[in-house]
């Protein structure tokens, strides 16, 4: 790792509390430099001086290192899993379900969870959030582009978005079950007593060690019996270690 790149980590450290040592180096530094060399800039010393005076700039390298890929019902046959067996099960001997969408990006995972409770008549509420605040502001806003809904189909299109010039709005009914609030799972305290952790497509970005500890973070804070719902290339091969079992493809049982 280069004295300058060292040096840009330390300062962001410092002023956002990320970590950027927590992520995979080849990863995290290649994004960086693409949108560093993009920008003009030839040192990452002067590019963290341009961030510290323009905001725009700094959203910027806050949406590019955050990853914010998502679309409704991604992987749709685990969710299928999620609406047939798993939901039911957390909400049978309970009144009221609360649930984590944790690094939720754009908002598309928190308001799939809420059709869900919509569509299965529960109870619940929906706890969604990200470390990028800019990002935050469009989940909040709900307005959504058609290929973010190509696994929604017309009758739920029908009852929970509207139709608008520019794509398609979430419905009032299910931004009401849904709190977004910035979080940063490297270093934020975690929520206690949650029924449902969806956790998808994040963890590949975060070195071994950050892993684990996330992993041990998650398991203090879902409720015995909770259930942690994680994405399609991230395995947990000894759950054991962190009070987890298995409870199906990508979905893991607290002890």
Same mark, same amino acid.
């Given at each position: 790792m280069s004295a300058d790149y060292i040096a840009f980590t330390e300062a962001v450290y410092k002023k956002t509390g990320i970590d950027l040592t927590l992520y995979k180096e080849a990863q995290m530094k290649r994004r960086l430099t693409s949108l560093r060399d993009k920008r003009g800039f030839t040192s990452f010393q002067n590019y963290f001086n341009a961030l510290r005076t323009d905001e725009q700039l700094f959203q910027e390298f806050l949406e590019r290192m955050t990853i914010n890929v998502s679309e409704f019902f991604r992987n749709r046959s685990r969710w299928d899993v999620l609406q047939k067996q798993i939901l039911p099960e957390l909400a049978a001997d309970k009144s009221r379900i609360k649930l984590w969408s944790a690094a939720c990006s754009t908002g598309e995972e928190p308001y799939s969870l809420s059709i869900l409770l919509h569509e299965l008549q529960l109870n619940g509420s929906i706890l969604a959030t990200d470390l990028d605040e800019s990002i935050l502001n469009r989940a909040r806003a709900g307005l959504y582009l058609e290929k973010s809904l190509r696994e929604v189909p017309?009758?739920?299109r029908s009852a929970h978005f509207l139709k608008t010039a520019g794509g398609w709005k979430v419905s009032e009914q299910l931004k009401k079950l849904v709190t977004f609030n910035k979080h940063n799972l490297l270093k934020d305290p975690y929520p206690k007593g949650i029924d449902l952790i969806v956790c998808?497509?994040?963890?590949?970005?975060?070195t071994e060690e950050a892993k684990a500890d996330i992993y041990?973070?998650? %398991?203090? %804070?879902?409720?015995?019996?909770?259930?942690?719902?994680?994405? %399609?290339?991230?395995?947990?091969?000894n759950p054991h270690k962190f009070?987890?079992? %298995?409870?199906?493809?990508?979905?893991?049982r607290k002890g």
């Open positions: 017309q009758a739920l998808r497509n994040v963890m590949i970005y975060f041990n973070r998650f %398991s203090d %804070s879902l409720r015995p019996g909770g259930i942690l719902f994680v994405g %399609s290339t991230e395995q947990i091969f009070g987890l079992e %298995s409870a199906g493809t990508f979905f893991y």
